[in-house]
């Protein structure tokens, strides 16, 4: 069953203009409920474009975004209905932050939603713990937090609405390697707990493999593969032609596979590798 689909989605700007641009043309993309799906590509490719039509930010100029099997904009008077079903998180969120505290920041969309004084605060409590965000912390005015808890602060206020779709645009840009793993696996977690659907877009390659269960590559605009992570990465030498990188990891076994030492290179997460290695080696640890 699919949470949210995209049916021969267009989106043109400028049209009828010489500025004339497709930023999507024609594609069709499902995002199977309760999973986690990495989409990945070159700047301009239409990463973001398609993040903005999700919760409906975003028009398109053909086609229809389905929610549970519905189009959106059959009743754009209930859109806000859809917005809260439906969370995004652009990147860099903490510049959204604007409360006197962290808890009140987080709170703020469960008050506008009417909810009782004891559901607010089970939901910020939660969504902090997803987050890794401290009670202290929750005191404090969130302009007075490191760059990283700023980030927590910020998608805490999101998941702090319930949303079933959760749409994260580089949620783990420019943080060290522990934070990315915190963010990262606090998102997987909320996913596990309410049995959310999660889109990530990421520039990372190392974190979609390692946390998405199915992969959407887009180039110039258009659904250039799209599959489960091991079947992309099963075609990993194809990822260079969307003018993307790989994992590291990746990159080793591929060169391992040209040198005639393994026969496969669709190795994309460290476990993986060092199980595959093991093997080589003959190294039994039974």
């Known amino acids: 069953m699919n949470a949210i689909e995209l049916k021969d989605i267009s ?41 903005s039509l999700l919760n409906g930010l975003l028009t398109p100029t053909s ?4 929610l549970g099997g519905r189009d959106i904009w059959e009743k754009p008077k209930e859109m806000v209905k859809i917005r809260s079903r439906v969370g995004l998180v652009f990147q860099y969120p903490e510049y959204q932050l604007f409360d006197e505290t962290v808890e009140a920041d987080i709170a703020f969309g469960p008050k506008n939603i009417k909810l009782s004084d004891a559901e607010i605060k089970e939901r910020v409590a939660l969504a902090a713990r997803f987050c890794g965000l401290s009670e202290r912390e929750l005191k404090r005015s969130p302009f007075e937090l490191s760059g990283g808890q700023k980030r927590r602060a910020a998608i805490a206020g999101v998941l702090a609405m319930r949303p079933e779709v959760l749409v994260l645009d580089e949620p783990a840009a420019g943080l060290d390697p522990r934070g990315r793993e915190e963010i990262l696996g606090g998102l997987q977690e909320y996913k596990n707990t ?91 640890n039974a």
């Open 11 to 51: 989106v043109i700007y400028g049209e009828n203009t010489p500025f004339r641009k497709a930023a999507l043309n024609n594609i069709n993309v499902e995002f199977p409920k309760g999973m986690t799906t990495g989409i990945i590509g070159h700047t301009g490719s239409g990463k973001s474009t398609l993040a």
């Open 63 to 66: 086609g229809k975004v389905l």
């Open 194 to 284: 309410y049995g959310a659907t999660l889109i990530i877009i990421s520039h990372s390659m190392e974190d979609i493999a390692k946390y998405a269960d199915r992969i959407l590559v887009m180039k110039n605009g258009e659904v250039y593969m799209q599959g489960t992570t091991e079947e992309i990465f099963m075609q990993a030498e194809k990822l260079f032609d969307a003018d993307l990188d790989l994992p590291q990891i990746t990159k080793l076994f591929i060169e391992l596979k040209k040198r005639g030492i393994c026969e496969s290179s669709d190795v994309y997460t460290v476990k993986y590798a060092k199980n595959m290695l093991e093997k080589i080696l003959g190294i039994n």
